[in-house]
């Protein structure tokens, strides 16, 4: 790598994966400042595009799709460049308009992404079929957001295997789809599978296992156990707090269900809502 520009590109994209799923937040946003500039120097496109991608997709994760929406045309830039249609960035885009309660614009960006099937291996593409039915499940339709994500699970299991980690995935959003219509039994099923296979491939303090925590504590609330759901929000607190620290915007998430079902923190409850809207 120190002698061939575009391997050090290549270097800098595995280390800023690395970090972003196993370390620091903004260690990996570190290192994917270095590898923009890095895969420019080089005149690796492809590299530059993934970048853009990785770039977004960090964002997104850590609470800010306002700047996915903002930064797209540059990620889209750079993919045009490498000669691709951006599926991925339409992905991301679509899950942040979504995110900032844009729903029509989520589908739009989600099923565009779905044209470039070209760019989209089996898992890929399971994975933007489940966020267009979780689109549908936040207009309150379960009735189209179920059939989709048993399609997209059946796709995922069949290019993953049947105990694949990214399966959870798909089974808390099942999960949500079963609380809403009433099925806790089936949500809770769901989420005790999802939380199985994530301590397992993951270990008990990862923060995927803080989010099907998070969707096991609100079946627990709408089921009326209490006790349990408070234990299960404190052990998602305490890990979202070890991977993102004590001021973190995403443990708003974790106070919000919090509310749900305790009056005392309903005034809370609209600061942070109003907060992470801002």
Do not use: C
Not at 75 to 104: E, K
Not at 150 to 164: C, N, Y
Not at 167 to 194: C, I, P, Q, S
Request: aromatic share 4%; net charge neutral; proline share 3%.
């Amino acid at each position: 790598a120190e002698r061939h520009p575009a391997y050090a590109a290549q270097r800098l994209l595995l280390a800023a994966s690395l970090e972003a799923r196993t370390g620091a937040p903004a260690a990996a946003r570190a290192l994917l400042d270095q590898l923009l500039q890095a895969a420019a120097a080089a005149e690796a496109p492809s590299i530059e595009a993934e970048a853009w991608v990785r770039l977004l997709r960090g964002e997104l994760f850590t609470g800010d799709p306002a700047r996915v929406v903002e930064w797209a045309p540059f990620a889209r830039a750079a993919a045009t460049r490498a000669h691709l249609r951006g599926a991925a960035i339409d992905s991301l885009v679509g899950q942040a308009a979504h995110a900032r309660g844009d729903l029509d614009g989520a589908r739009r960006n989600l099923e565009q992404a779905l044209t470039g099937a070209d760019e989209l291996r089996a898992d890929q593409r399971a994975i933007v079929e489940m966020r267009l039915a979780w689109v549908w499940m936040s207009a309150g339709r379960t009735d189209r957001a179920r059939p989709g994500l048993v399609a997209a699970l059946a796709t995922a299991r069949a290019t993953l295997g049947d105990d694949h980690p990214e399966l959870a995935l798909y089974r808390d959003k099942l999960a949500a789809v079963a609380r809403a219509d009433g099925d806790l039994a089936g949500a809770l099923a769901e989420h005790d599978a999802a939380l199985a296979v994530r301590t397992r491939d993951f270990g008990g303090d990862d923060r995927a296992v803080a989010t099907t925590l998070l969707g096991r504590a609100r079946t627990l609330l709408e089921a009326g156990q209490l006790a349990t759901a408070a234990a299960a929000l404190d052990r998602a607190e305490a890990i979202r707090v070890g991977a993102f620290g004590a001021g973190h915007r995403r443990l708003g998430e974790v106070a919000l269900v919090r509310a749900e079902r305790h009056p005392a923190y309903a005034a809370q409850r609209l600061l942070l809502a109003a907060s992470l809207e801002a």
